[in-house]
Structures are given as C-alpha cells and as structure tokens.
C-alpha cells in the first residue's frame, strides 16, 4: 500500500467509523520494507556459481572440476543421483538470463568464474575460450547496468589438482595465486568488486572431514591442512587482487550460523561456545589478525601444526568489506561422541518455526544477531550480506509460481538487517541467492532457491512471485 492510499483509505475509514482516527492508523501503519530504507548507496542483488548454473561441463577446452568428478563418480552421494553437466545451460543462455535481471531492476550479480574453465588443468597451460565466456558475461553485464561482483572459487577446484592433494597440499596457495592473479589481471580494468571465497566452511569440512560434498573425504589429517591453506589463501588472493585492481572493493564470504545452548548447563554453554568456534569463526578469526580461536576450541592446536614461519602474519588481510551468508541459526548441547567439535545440534523440526526445504530453522532475528556480534569486531570493515535465502516446494501453475513463504522470509530477513544497520553497524549491501534455481550440490535439483524458477526439461525461465516482489522494492 503507497502512503496515499494509506491516507486516503484512513480517512474515509474514519468519517464513516466508530473508530478513532489514530486506532486506524495504527492497523493501517505502512510498515513495508523500501528500498530507500537501506539509503542510496546500499548494494543490491542475486548471487549464483559457476558449477551450478553454467553447464557445459566439457565444452571449449574446459577440465574437469572437483564437482564434475564427484558427480560422475559417486552418483551416490547425490540424492537425486543428478549433475550439474547442463544445470540451468548458462552457458548458452547467459545473454537472456542477464537480459532478465536487467529486467527485473537488479543492480548487480555475484557470480563465480570457474577454476578449470580458464585453467583446465588448474596450472599452466591457458583456455582462452573459457577466458572469453568471462569476458563476454562481463560485457553483457555492464552493457545491461548489473554490476559484476565476482567470486574467485565457489567449490569447484580442477580435479588435476584434486589429484596432487587439493587443498591438502600446502602448493595449493601458490596454485590459487597463479588462479587469482590470471582472472584479475583480465577482468580487473572490467570488475572493481572482488571476493576471494565462497565459504570455506562449508567446502572444507564438507569436501575434508564428512566426506558428504566434493572431493569426498573422511580424512582428520586432510581436513586440518586444508583449513590452514585455504585460510591462507585468503590473504594471498586479496593481496593479488590489490596489487592488479586498481580501486578494487575486495572482500571475502563467511557462512554463519547464530548459535544458541539448548540449556544453560554449564555442559551446553561451553558446547555452544565450540560450535561458534568451529563455525563461525574457524576462518574468520586468523583473517581477522586474531589466529585460530583455539581457546574455544582445542582441536586448532591440530591445524597449528601446520603452520610455518611467517604464516601468522600472512593469514591477515584487510578486506574493504566482509560478507557474511545465513540461512539459519543452531541450537547445541553437549555430546562428546563426535570428534573434533563435541557437541551436537537439535533438529530444526523440534524447534517449533517454519523449516525450509533444506530442514533449516525459518529464524530471522539469527542474521541480526550474526550481524551486530561481527560488527563489534575491533577494525571490522564494512559488512554485506552475500548470501541469505530459502528453498520452498514451488509449483508452476498455468505460468505462474505462487512462493509466498519465501517472500515473507525475504521481508522478514530484511528486516532484521535493517534494523542491525539502523543500530549503527556498517551493513553496505544484500545478495538473495539465488537468481534462479540450480543444481544444490549433493541435494540435486530438488531444493528450490530461486527467484526465477527453472524448468530443467525445457530450461523454461518462470519469475516467481517473489522475483516480483524483489523488483517491484527494487524500483522503489
């Protein structure tokens, strides 16, 4: 409802009603989220990756990533036995889907380049066809007024490099540097704003430790490694990007999770104080100059073994801004059978909200929490939401994709950024992931992201309700 209509309906409601003029307009308050809320300089837009939306696994050159392995390899592990060989076919379609953004008033797109498309064999040897797609996806970009936000590595490491030890090899650094300094060398007179991962603490553990994402180990000594040289990695791509970028915006993105004890016990409590260790700030801490938070959480002494002369320093960097990514929160207590963390979190069905697709919590007021305990942070630069979203069983009837749930979780989610930004913290910026469906890693298609919906049949393009929603705030 626009404030005139708000006015003229209260008004009319009042000359004809027993009610009281301020009682109407207590029900009627405008308390729509706008776009101008958020200020002008606010950053808006979707987030995608590379391995879950382009397709073409193998065309022009490109090598096998991780992902393409892993799926090719052990169908198993994916749930729906899917792959992402032809996802949402951006490949071929890049032109129209950000011919659709521009449509739909989006002012910018986070999107990752692929690792093994520009290098197939990580190292070495060029694809210059694949260094072209970039290219051309840029120039569409910029040609339609969505501004390229650009993401070094979401997930998908060449298998070539799998191979000789993936991250767990301590050459993985130098690899990534060849990688980083490869990309913003060609795209950085084009791209100014940079990240250098997409949550390490999901492909980590996931890829290292439980074995349930790419590459598919169970393996403590891989994972300890691994966390020590992509944390690493993070310095080394920002100082790469600052020294090809000029006036480059250059960041990196976290996974979060508000955490809660399930009890106040003293067993519970110290628990929920391991999870906050282990998941939100395993990464973040040594980036941030204040080293892996061991006091919390012992099993970092495993991942300082690692660590060489001089490693202290270079794992700072300053970042112009930290993106942070929630989807929900974790309520913890005390179980010391599994090894490393000690502790256990309760179902989300059991915890009396909403749940998504994915069995995540529906809890808002997590992403307000996240937000204020990171911006108090000593010397925590600016904070943007990078990710932040919800998969829902959708339909298409008749044309038409009714998503209600995941419109209110959009406004409701807002909201609470709003309010952490109108408290003082310094949040520049929202990314929805995600544009459109996609392939969800060892979930397959089912779980439904987007706010463009994909018929993976027909690769028929279908706005949401919600994508409607998000166009209509977007042009205020």
């Known amino acids: 409802m626009t404030r005139d209509q708000y006015l003229k309906l209260t008004a009319t409601l009042a000359a004809g009603s027993l009610l009281p003029q301020n009682l109407l307009a207590a029900i009627f308050s405008e308390d729509e989220l706008k776009r101008s ?37 052990h169908k198993g592990k994916i749930k729906t036995r899917e792959n992402g060989d032809v996802a949402c076919d951006f490949y071929h379609r890049y032109e129209s889907d950000i011919e659709l953004m521009h449509k739909m008033h989006i002012p910018a797109s ?58 767990a090899n301590r050459d993985s650094i130098k690899w990534f540097e060849e990688y980083v300094n490869l990309i913003t060398k060609e795209y950085g007179d084009k791209v100014k704003n940079w990240m250098v991962f997409n949550e390490p ?46 006036g480059a915006n250059i960041g990196t993105t976290f996974s979060c999770s508000h955490i809660d004890a399930k009890t106040d016990s003293p067993g519970n409590i110290k628990a ?33 073994k690692h660590m060489q002369e001089g490693d202290a320093e270079k794992l700072k960097f300053d970042f112009d801004f930290i993106g942070l990514q929630n989807y929900s929160r974790m309520v913890i207590y005390n179980l010391g059978l599994i090894p490393i963390i000690h502790f256990a979190n309760v179902p989300a069905k059991k915890l009396g909200h909403d749940i998504t697709d994915m069995g995540w919590e529906v809890y808002p007021q997590g992403i307000y929490n996240l937000i204020k305990k990171f911006g108090a942070y000593k010397n925590m630069p600016q904070i943007i939401i990078t990710e932040n979203g919800a998969a829902f069983p959708d339909e298409n009837t008749n ?16 909201k609470q950024v709003l309010k952490a930004k109108k408290e003082g913290v310094n949040v520049g910026g929202y990314f929805i992931w995600s544009f459109m469906d996609n392939f969800e890693w060892a979930e397959g298609f089912r779980p439904r992201f987007g706010l463009v919906g994909i018929d993976f049949k027909t690769q028929q393009r279908t706005i949401k309700d919600s994508g409607k929603w998000f166009s209509g705030f977007l042009a205020g």
Not at 48 to 68: C, F, L, M, P, R
Not at 142 to 158: F, G, I, R, S
């Open 399 to 414: 044309g038409e994709i009714h998503d209600t749930k995941r419109t209110q979780f959009l406004k409701d989610y807002l």
């Open 201 to 246: 603490m999901a492909f980590v553990p996931l890829g290292y430790l439980i074995g349930v994402h790419a590459p598919g180990y169970v393996n403590f000594g891989k994972f300890y490694k691994a966390v020590h040289h992509v944390t690493m990695c993070h310095g080394a791509g920002g100082r790469i990007i600052r020294a090809n970028v000029k």
């Open 37 to 73: 809320d958020f200020g002008k300089d606010f950053v808006w837009g979707t987030a995608t990756a590379a391995y879950q939306i382009e397709g073409g696994w193998n065309e022009d050159g490109k090598g096998e990533s991780v992902w393409d392995h892993f799926t090719h390899h």
């Open 110 to 167: 986070r999107f990752s380049t692929s690792w093994s498309r520009v290098l197939p064999q990580g190292t070495g040897a060029v694809n210059q066809k694949g260094i072209d797609f970039y290219h051309r996806v840029i120039d569409k970009c910029l040609k339609e007024n969505v501004a390229p936000w650009v993401t070094c590595y979401h997930w998908d490491l060449p298998q070539a490099l799998e191979d000789k030890g993936g991250w």
């Open 272 to 304: 929920a104080k391991r999870a906050d260790a282990f998941i939100n700030r395993l990464f973040i801490d040594p980036v941030m100059g204040l080293g892996y938070p061991k006091a919390d959480l012992p099993a970092c002494k495993h991942i300082e």
